[in-house]
């Protein structure tokens, strides 16, 4: 059973057409990595998965039921993205739970599932910090911890390391990997980091321009890419 699905997923802003038509399945529990160079359409996608954005034409379902005109709050999705803005005047506390009180879980179960996800993530020491008295590292790992309290069947990530340097990612890297198998959750992830996409992948999905070059895993792509494209972007001798 595929979890997510899109068929013939199209995007225009005015006359412009960036996104061409994507098909794609993404099974429950998968780590699905687009990749693609800036401005290919990775953010895009996304963003229409979530809801945050119309799409122009084509299906997005979801446990096969059409999603397409749900409201991003029904969808069941929970996204972490790249500036992971958290409220400067909140804890680490206020910030993990203010998405569940702004949509009335009761206080109770706001607590518990907050406890819960510091303690996947290793911040039941800061809860009480406000973000400025956090590392780069920190900061977006409470950014995921809002994500995960809201007990989403798909999280969507949107180059979540680009603003941490090169060690923290690393580190940030093996968090996500160890996350993903933690909660068996199912996992869209966009990044223009080979590495990243890679070691974290089930599924690698090449973008170019608005179309998908190619879909696989990192070593089909990598021992077969359908292309010079794909073949430079993975960097396999091909
Ligand atoms: P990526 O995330 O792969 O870098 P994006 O999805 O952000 O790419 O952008 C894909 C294309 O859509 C780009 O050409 C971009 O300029 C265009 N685009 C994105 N958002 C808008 C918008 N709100 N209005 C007009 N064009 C947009
Ligand atoms: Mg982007």
New binding site residues.
């Given amino acids: 059973m595929s979890e997510l699905q899109l068929s013939d997923v199209r995007k225009s802003?005015g006359g412009l057409e960036?996104i061409k038509g994507v098909d794609l399945d993404i099974k429950s529990g998968e780590f699905v990595v687009f990749v693609?160079p800036?401005?290919?359409?990775?953010?895009?996608l996304l963003r229409m998965i979530a809801g945050l954005e119309e799409i122009t034409s084509g299906d997005l379902t979801i446990d096969d039921i059409r999603m397409n005109d749900v409201d991003p709050s029904k969808r069941g999705i929970a996204m972490v993205f790249q500036s992971y803005a958290l409220y400067p005047h909140m804890t680490v506390r206020e910030n993990m739970g203010f998405a569940l009180r702004f949509a009335g879980v009761p206080k109770a179960e706001i607590e518990k599932r907050v406890n819960e996800a510091a303690s996947i993530l290793e911040l039941g020491p800061l809860l009480d910090r406000k973000p400025k008295q956090l590392s780069g590292g920190q900061r977006q790992r409470v950014a995921i911890g809002r994500a995960i309290v809201r007990h989403p069947k798909i999280f969507l990530f949107d180059e979540p390391l680009s603003n941490l340097d090169a060690e923290l990612r690393v580190h940030m890297r093996i968090e996500i990997a160890r996350l993903h198998k933690q909660l068996s959750a199912t996992i869209v992830y966009?990044t223009h980091d080979q590495v990243e996409a890679m070691t974290l992948a089930d599924k690698i999905v090449v973008m170019r321009g608005g179309v998908v070059e190619q879909v696989g895993s990192p070593l089909e792509l990598y021992d077969d890419p359908a292309n010079l494209f794909v073949a430079g972007f993975i960097g396999s001798p091909k």
Wanted: overall charge positive; proline content about 0%.
């Fill in positions: 802003y960036v693609g800036s401005g290919c359409g990775k953010s895009t966009v």
